[in-house]
C-alpha cells in the first residue's frame, strides 16, 4: 500500500483542501496517508488519517525543517505532497535517502501581499524578488505540481513548462454544501459577506453598496449577515468604524464557524458579495467562497477578478463588478426585487452548475490518478 504524507507549515491539519478532501479520497483509494502540519499539536488518527501536528509554526526556518525531516524518515513515504517551499526543501532532504515524489501544491500566491507589508517600498521590492526565486528553487526541486486555479500557475508552469502538472480547483464536496435557496421577498433581503474582515477583501466595499441601496429603498427591511471575523487590530478597528457608520442597523455578526458547518451559517442569506479590492493577488484568485455559495443556491455579486473570469462564466448566476461602483452593484439587487423568477432563475442556475461542474466528485478521480502516476514505478 504506498504511503502518501502531507507537508504543510502554514495549513491546519484538518485543512478542507488537504483533510476533508485530498487525504480523505486517497484513504478511499487504498493509499495509506499521513498529514504534518507545524500549526498545533494533535497526535492520532482521524477517519483512517494518520496525524502528526505540532506547534511550531513560529520557530526557525531550520528547525521547521528538521522536524518535518523527521516526519519523514519515520513515515517513509512514497509520495509528498507540500503546500509551501519549506516542505518542498524538508522532502527533497529526504528524497537523498529514498526515491519519493514531491508534488508541489500551489494554493496561495508566492509571496503574499501579507509576506511583504512590514517593509519600506524599496525592501518589498528586495524581498519579493527573494521570496520569488525561493518559490522557484521550490519548484526546481518538486516532480509534480498541482495547481488550485489558471491563475496560480505563474511562474512554476512557464519557468519550468516541462514538469507534469493539473488543474485541481477548491471544489467542495456535496456533502458539505446543503441546498438553501430562498424565495425572495420584495420587501426584504439579507445580503452576506463571510470571510476575514478587512479593507483589502472588501468589507468596506460591501457596506458602501448596501448604503447605496439603503438610500435608494428607505422603505426595504435591509438584513445583513457577516459570518467571519478581523484578524488584525487594525482590521478590527477599520471594522467598527465601518459599523457605526451605516444607516442599516439589522446587522447580526456570526463568528468563524467549522469546515463543515460553514455552508448552514449563511443559509439565511438571499445574496452573497465578494467585492475584495483590485490588486494583483486578488486579480489572480479564484476566492474559494464562490463555490460554496452556488452550492447553496445563492446567486452571486463578486468584484470581477481575473482569476473567475478564466475559470468561469457566472452571468447564469449572478453579476461580476467593478467593488467600488456602488450604484452598479444597488442596481443589480433592486434588478432581483424587482424581478424574483430572475432571482429563483439565477439560485436554481447556481445549485445546477454546482452539481454538474464545480464539485469534488467532478475532479476527485484525476487527482488521484495523478497522485497514483507520480509514485516512483517501484512503490505502483
Known amino acids: 500500500m ?4 502531507f507537508l504543510t507549515t502554514a495549513h491546519n491539519f484538518d485543512d478542507d483542501r488537504i483533510f476533508f478532501h485530498q487525504a480523505k479520497e486517497l484513504v478511499i483509494s487504498g493509499f495509506n496517508v499521513k498529514i504534518c502540519s ?11 488519517i494518520e496525524i502528526e501536528s505540532f506547534d511550531i509554526l513560529n520557530e526557525s526556518v531550520q528547525t521547521k525543517i528538521q522536524k518535518f525531516t523527521e516526519i519523514c524518515n519515520s513515515f517513509q513515504p512514497d509520495c509528498i505532497i507540500c503546500s509551501e517551499p519549506i516542505a518542498v526543501f524538508a522532502a527533497n532532504k529526504f528524497r537523498k535517502t529514498k526515491r519519493v515524489s514531491i508534488v508541489y501544491d500551489i494554493t496561495e500566491w508566492y509571496p503574499a ?5 512590514n517593509y519600506n517600498f524599496l525592501m518589498k521590492w528586495v524581498h519579493g524578488f527573494k521570496f520569488f526565486l525561493i518559490q522557484l528553487y521550490a519548484g526546481f526541486l518538486s516532480t509534480h505540481f498541482i495547481f488550485g486555479e489558471e491563475t496560480k500557475k505563474f511562474p512554476l508552469a512557464y519557468f519550468l513548462p516541462f514538469k507534469k502538472k493539473i488543474i485541481l480547483p477548491y471544489y467542495p464536496h456535496e456533502r458539505f454544501v446543503s441546498e438553501n435557496i430562498k424565495e425572495l421577498n420584495p420587501n426584504e433581503i439579507t445580503l452576506c ?5 478587512s479593507k483589502d477583501k472588501g468589507i468596506g466595499n460591501f457596506f458602501n453598496a448596501v448604503e447605496e441601496l439603503y438610500k435608494r ?8 449577515l457577516i459570518v467571519g471575523a478581523a484578524r488584525k487590530k487594525d482590521d478590527e478597528v477599520y471594522f467598527s468604524e465601518t459599523l457605526a457608520k451605516s444607516s442599516v442597523k439589522n446587522i447580526e455578526i456570526r463568528k468563524p464557524t467549522s469546515f463543515e458547518a460553514f455552508a448552514k451559517a449563511f443559509a439565511d442569506a438571499d445574496i452573497c458579495f465578494d467585492l475584495r479590492n483590485f490588486n494583483f493577488e486578488n486579480h489572480h484568485s479564484l476566492p474559494i467562497k464562490l463555490f460554496y455559495y452556488i452550492g447553496a443556491g445563492k446567486p452571486i455579486i463578486y468584484s470581477n477578478l481575473k482569476g473567475i473570469r478564466k475559470h468561469m462564466d457566472v452571468s447564469e448566476f449572478g453579476y461580476l463588478v467593478n467593488p467600488k461602483d456602488f450604484n452598479k452593484i444597488a442596481d443589480h439587487i433592486e434588478t432581483y426585487l424587482n424581478e424574483p423568477q430572475l432571482y429563483h432563475l439565477h439560485a436554481a442556475n447556481a445549485r445546477k452548475e454546482f452539481m454538474q461542474n464545480y464539485n469534488w466528485n467532478v475532479i476527485k478521480n484525476s487527482f488521484v490518478n495523478f ?4 509514485l516512483p514505478k517501484n512503490s505502483k
Open 2 to 5: 504506498p504511503k502518501i504524507l
Open 38 to 48: 507545524l500549526t498545533a499539536r494533535f497526535k492520532g488518527e482521524i477517519d483512517g
Open 113 to 117: 501581499m501579507s509576506m511583504l507589508q
Open 193 to 197: 459577506y463571510t470571510g476575514a474582515i
Open 217 to 224: 429603498n428607505s422603505h426595504l427591511n435591509i438584513k445583513i
Open 371 to 374: 497522485i497514483k502516476n507520480s
